[in-house]
Each structure stands twice: as C-alpha cells, then as structure tokens.
C-alpha cells in the first residue's frame, strides 16, 4: 500500500487564518498566515482563507494533484459530522456556517472539520510533544483557551463532538466574566491572549498584548511583573484542577501565549508539581505557530487515513 498522500491544513482562529501542507509525518512543506478580520464575517474571511490554501500548495512545490485532502480547525461550539460551524463565540456573527461544503466546492477535495483544540491534541498525539503517550492533556492559549484530552490513546470528544473545553474550568467563581461563554472566572478570563491584553489595559499598563506584558515582566517592570504572575497563577490553577480530573502523563501548552516561553512555563510547572495529586510534566507544544495547521491534518489522518474519507466529506 503506498504512503497516505500530503494534506493541505486550514485553521481559523479569531486572530489569524493559517494554511499549510502538512505530510503523513508531519512534516510541514508550507506555512503561511494572515489577520482573520474574523469581524467582516465569514462570507469575506472564508475566501481569503481559501485563497491562502491554494497559495500554501503553490509554496509546497508539490502538485494539486498530489493533495487528496483538506482538513480545518476551528473553535467549536461545531458539528465536526456535518460540517457546520454552529457559533465559534470567537468568531462573532459566524453562526450556522457550512464550511465543509465551501471548502468541498472550493477545492474539489474531501475535507474533515475538528475543534481546534481537539485537532491540537491529535497532531501532538500523533507527532508531537505527545508521541507514544498513552493519556495526555493539550491546553491551547490563543485568543481564547481551547482543550483536547488523548484517554487511553484516543481523542475524547465527548457526547456531541464538543468535549474537553478546558478554558471554561472555573479558577475564581466570583471573578471576571468570561468573553468567550459569559460564566465568570473561567480559566480563559485570565490567560487568553485577550484576557491579559485587557487586564494590562484596566491596570494602566502601557502594553498592548500578552507578549508585550511577558517581555516586560521578564525585564522587571512591577506591573508587568504583578499581572504576570496572576497569569501564571490562574494558569497553574486551572491546570492541576485538570490534572486530578484526568491524570495524565502530560500536559502540552501550545498557542500563542506560549511565545513567552521559560517566564511561563518554568513556574507553572513547578506549581502543577507542587500542587497535583499526580503530577503530570507540563512541556511546550514544538510546533510553534504551527501547531493548528500540524492538528487539523493530524484529524484526517486520525480518521482512518486517506483511504477511508470521513462522513463530512
């Protein structure tokens, strides 16, 4: 039987619109991204991000003909077997958006929708910080904060297909509504990229995003510093709450609050250790930037391969 053919990979995030070829080991033959402008709604982003595909396959140097699929990564709430977006919350107005289908016509391909997160977790179960581990967590943080969890070494998806949103476990019962659900003290109140952008804004911080406020903790500034290490301790928090739920092996962060790096990861692993029942090892996804593109394809190879196109293409 020859190798599964390369996939082309599409995520949609609130920030950014990502494209890329990715192989059956996870190798990535191309890699490109753009601002989402998620706000001029999806019947302007949806072919920008088509566009972005067609140049990802044209950067790849491979042939169409070569691409045999298509998967997508998306922010649930979804319908991963219809194809249906059903109201990403950050994906404001995109409600009841037939993706599956626009990207069939788009590409004349089969396509595979998944959570994003969810499709994270495959691509670091499958070639990842996650290989070979039989239960694992991965906790993306983006513009919001999405989960995938790998019991016994599968996906747990959950009774509709919406399982493991681990940015909705509640930190602080009483604390700061939550954008993407409207629950207060979510885990994503606080270390979403969003969340922290906004908390340096109430504070009078001169800093306009997550990676701003991790750069100037880590040069010592006090305010950045105080708000850093809230970030950290919301973050810990919710993590070991996650860890006793599910006793993993481990936890894989990913997404683009990550880029901080050691000022994050190093005291959040020490307060899992500290803190957990089990405790589980906290790593960096390895994937970077790339880390949504690598799990939506990982989702079509998951879903039996090439040979055997899931029920949504």
Same mark, same amino acid.
């Not at 001029?40 to 067609?54: K, Q, S, T, V, Y």
């Not at 739920?245 to 894989?252: A, D, G, K, N, R």
């Given at each position: 039987?020859?190798?599964?053919?390369?996939?082309?990979?599409?995520?949609?995030? @609130? !920030?950014?619109?990502?494209?890329?070829?990715?192989?059956?080991?996870?190798?990535?033959?191309?890699?490109?991204?753009?601002?989402?402008?998620?706000?001029? @709604?999806?019947?302007?982003?949806?072919?920008?991000?088509?566009?972005?595909?067609?140049?990802?396959?044209?950067?790849?140097?491979?042939?169409?003909?070569?691409?045999?699929?298509?998967?997508?990564?998306?922010?649930?709430?979804l319908d991963a077997e219809r194809g249906v977006l059903i109201a990403p919350p950050h994906l404001l107005g995109w409600r009841d958006v037939?993706?599956?289908?626009?990207?069939?016509?788009?590409?004349?391909?089969?396509?595979?929708?998944?959570?994003?997160?969810?499709?994270?977790?495959?691509?670091?179960?499958?070639?990842?910080?996650?290989?070979?581990?039989?239960?694992?967590?991965?906790? !993306?943080?983006?513009?919001?904060?999405?989960?995938?969890?790998?019991?016994?070494?599968?996906?747990?998806?959950?009774?509709?297909?919406?399982?493991?949103?681990?940015?909705?476990?509640?930190?602080?019962?009483?604390?700061?509504?939550?954008?993407?659900?409207?629950?207060?003290?979510?885990?994503?109140?606080?270390?979403?990229?969003?969340?922290?952008?906004?908390?340096?804004?109430?504070?009078?911080?001169?800093?306009?995003?997550?990676?701003?406020?991790?750069?100037?903790?880590?040069?010592?500034?006090?305010?950045?510093?105080?708000?850093?290490?809230?970030?950290?301790?919301?973050?810990?928090? @919710?993590?070991?709450?996650?860890?006793?739920?599910?006793?993993?092996?481990?936890?894989?962060?990913?997404?683009?609050?990550?880029?901080?790096?050691?000022?994050?990861?190093?005291?959040?692993?020490?307060?899992?250790?500290?803190?957990?029942?089990?405790?589980?090892?906290?790593?960096?996804?390895?994937?970077?930037?790339?880390?949504?593109?690598? @799990?939506?394809?990982?989702?079509?190879?998951?879903?039996?391969?090439?040979?055997?196109?899931?029920?949504?293409?």
């Amino acid at each position: 039987m020859s190798a599964p053919s390369p996939v082309l990979a599409l995520d949609i995030g @609130g !920030t950014k619109l990502a494209a890329g070829v990715v192989d059956a080991d996870g190798g990535v033959h191309s890699f490109l991204a753009e601002p989402s402008r998620a706000h001029e @709604g999806p019947d302007a982003a949806l072919p920008r991000l088509f566009d972005l595909g067609r140049r990802a396959v044209a950067e790849s140097r491979l042939e169409w003909s070569a691409i045999e699929a298509v998967g997508i990564g998306c922010g649930g709430p979804l319908d991963a077997e219809r194809g249906v977006l059903i109201a990403p919350p950050h994906l404001l107005g995109w409600r009841d958006v037939p993706v599956v289908e626009l990207a069939r016509n788009a590409f004349e391909r089969p396509v595979t929708l998944e959570n994003d997160a969810t499709a994270g977790a495959a691509g670091e179960h499958r070639w990842g910080a996650g290989a070979g581990v039989r239960h694992m967590v991965y906790l !993306t943080l983006s513009t919001g904060v999405g989960g995938g969890v790998v019991i016994d070494g599968g996906l747990y998806r959950g009774s509709s297909g919406n399982g493991g949103e681990l940015g909705h476990v509640t930190v602080d019962w009483r604390g700061r509504e939550c954008r993407g659900c409207g629950r207060r003290g979510c885990l994503e109140a606080y270390v979403s990229g969003t969340s922290i952008a906004e908390r340096a804004a109430e504070a009078g911080l001169p800093f306009a995003t997550a990676e701003e406020v991790a750069d100037a903790a880590r040069a010592g500034d006090l305010g950045a510093s105080a708000l850093w290490s809230e970030t950290v301790e919301a973050l810990a928090c @919710g993590l070991i709450s996650i860890v006793n739920l599910f006793e993993p092996e481990l936890v894989v962060l990913g997404g683009g609050v990550t880029r901080s790096g050691e000022v994050l990861i190093e005291p959040v692993r020490e307060a899992v250790a500290a803190g957990a029942m089990r405790p589980a090892d906290v790593v960096l996804s390895p994937f970077g930037e790339r880390v949504g593109v690598v @799990g939506a394809a990982a989702i079509v190879y998951d879903r039996a391969g090439l040979e055997d196109v899931p029920a949504n293409g």
